[in-house]
């Protein structure tokens, strides 16, 4: 069975602070894509960034990058200069090649002014 | 700016009565996707769709809940009768399966049920 699994239930950085979010997965499968999505108050899922297995190069968006390793079945999202706005609950998600995705529990991160 | 709409965006109801959830994808999008998450499980998938056909609804319990894609603007959610441990917040998503693989959320149906 495929499984995503992220350590830390809840963080708490500093603004500007650099902050990375750890995330593990399990597999069989080759060829798949992993994702960060951030979920802020308002509830809507918000996709911040993507990443497929068959490119080794680290995907990043902006303040947003990931350290994808295949091999080791890790992929963690850093978020460098963290804002207030960056308070959310981020999940760590796997897609598998049907097209479904499995869901972390999710990390609660709060930027403190 | 394209967007998945989902109604109502909540719902409160009593015990034994029939909800029923709608969801209207991106146009262009084949791929609709129904979730539910909840504090104690998170995230789950419940059924998905593509090309209106139903490809997995093994995250559903069949007693209960049914998912249906009458037309393609509209994907439907439906729980009879419903029960309080129904009560989560229901997410659908669309995606346009080519290749691009990035999923859609719609805002989410809060669900309570007494």
């Known amino acids: 069975a495929q499984t995503v699994t992220q350590s830390q239930p809840e963080m708490s950085v500093q603004e500007a602070e650099t902050v990375t979010l750890s995330c593990t997965y399990d597999?069989?499968?080759?060829?798949?894509?992993l994702f960060w999505y951030k979920q802020p108050p308002s509830r809507q899922m918000i996709l911040v960034i993507r990443?497929?297995?068959?490119?080794?190069q680290n995907a990043t968006e902006n303040r947003f990058s990931v350290n994808f390793q295949k091999a080791a079945k890790s992929f963690s999202l850093k978020i460098s200069d963290s804002q207030l706005g960056d308070t959310a609950m981020y999940f760590c998600?796997?897609?598998?090649?049907?097209?479904?995705?499995?869901f972390g529990k999710g990390t609660r991160l709060h930027i403190l002014p | 700016d394209a967007r998945v709409t989902q109604t109502p965006r909540h719902k409160v109801t009593e015990m034994g009565q029939e909800v029923t959830m709608r969801c209207q994808p991106i146009l262009g999008h084949n791929t609709v996707f129904w979730y539910r998450q909840t504090m104690m499980q998170g995230l789950e998938l419940l059924a998905y769709f593509r090309n209106r056909a139903p490809l997995d609804d093994s995250g559903m319990p069949k007693d209960r809940f049914s998912a249906e894609m009458p037309d393609a603007t509209l994907a439907t959610l439906k729980i009879q009768p419903s029960e309080p441990r129904d009560s989560a917040v229901y997410f659908c998503a669309s995606d346009r399966r080519a290749g691009y693989n990035e999923q859609f959320f719609g805002p989410g149906t809060r669900l309570t049920v007494l």
């Open positions: 990443q497929e297995a068959y490119k080794q």
């Open positions: 597999t069989s499968e080759s060829n798949y894509y």
């Open positions: 998600a796997f897609m598998n090649r049907d097209d479904k995705i499995i």
